[in-house]
């Protein structure tokens, strides 16, 4: 998705990103403003007020209950009044929760005199509530610490180093649907995911270091025996696969298992289309199994 960049921003003079409370604070402002437009009319229900009649909502009685139900957790309900205590695994919880349930009202229903009521019998629509609602949250999702997004699929995961959404979206080579292209696509989530630690993005990193070990018999086919060291020396020997004394662990985490995490993906493109294509032209590559 494409943001808006000002000025300074553009310049490069304003590289501020945004804190928990900058983002607790615009979320706020762009609920407060979806409210308004009726995003959440039938999450919520209406009231119309011509007829003092409540329209019940997708939460039923509680909203509080409801937000209990689904998230397992108390007190982030209403939003209107405990957004500022929320923590960042809050708002994550909160945002994507919201997601599932916004919908756009295209059809305001029978308008009634008092008050202007349109909301009885009014009609939604979902995907386009929800569109518009993931644009504007992944306004500031983006800003925010490291850089977040929220997914069509109603997820918060960390936003891909530049250059590299084509490798994460891309889809995965089919070659060993059970011992491969599943635990890639499980390392990917790992990594990506919002609540993600340091410990869980090593084990991601792991994960696919140990699928390209699967693979070792192919890939001795397709790269040279130098380079193959290489790329299991790397995890063997920097505190990912390994835990002993001579281990090289004094480096930034946030940087370097970010390059080794792309690196191992990138890889594993690389081999898999390399031995699909020498199958292709008839050459025998030992080792594969598709059980």
Not at 180 to 191: G, Q
Not at 274 to 287: F, L, N
Request: charged share 30%; aromatic share 12%.
């Amino acid at each position: 998705m494409s943001v808006r960049r000002y000025y300074s921003q553009r310049l490069g003079s304003n590289q501020r990103r945004l804190n928990l409370a900058q983002i607790r604070r615009l979320f706020y402002l762009l609920y407060s403003k979806l409210c308004d437009s009726g995003f959440f009319d039938e999450l919520y229900g209406t009231h119309c007020n011509d007829n003092d009649y409540d329209t019940r909502g997708t939460v039923g009685q509680s909203a509080e209950s409801f937000f209990l139900l689904k998230l397992r957790k108390d007190n982030l309900c209403p939003v209107f009044d405990c957004h500022e205590k929320y923590t960042e695994e809050d708002l994550f919880d909160v945002i994507e929760l919201l997601y599932d349930h916004v919908s756009k009202r295209y059809d305001a229903g029978m308008r009634h005199s008092w008050c202007e009521c349109g909301g009885c019998g009014a009609k939604y629509e979902k995907v386009e509530g929800q569109t518009e609602f993931r644009r504007e949250m992944n306004s500031l999702l983006a800003d925010y610490g490291d850089g977040f997004e929220l997914l069509v699929t109603g997820e918060i995961v960390r936003t891909a180093n530049p250059g590299m959404n084509a490798l994460l979206r891309g889809a995965i080579p089919k070659y060993d649907p059970k011992n491969v292209e599943k635990r890639v696509e499980a390392a990917i989530r790992k990594f990506r995911s919002g609540r993600s630690t340091f410990d869980d993005r090593r084990a991601a990193v792991r994960d696919l270091a140990d699928v390209l070990e699967y693979l070792r018999a192919d890939l001795k086919k397709v790269v040279v025996k130098k380079d193959e060291d290489t790329l299991f020396r790397i995890a063997n020997e920097f505190g990912v696969r390994h835990h002993t004394p001579n281990q090289q662990v004094d480096y930034d985490p946030e940087l370097w298992l970010g390059w080794m995490f792309y690196f191992y993906l990138s890889t594993y493109h690389v081999v898999i289309r390399t031995i699909k294509r020498q199958q292709d032209d008839g050459i025998t590559v030992v080792g594969h199994s598709s059980t």
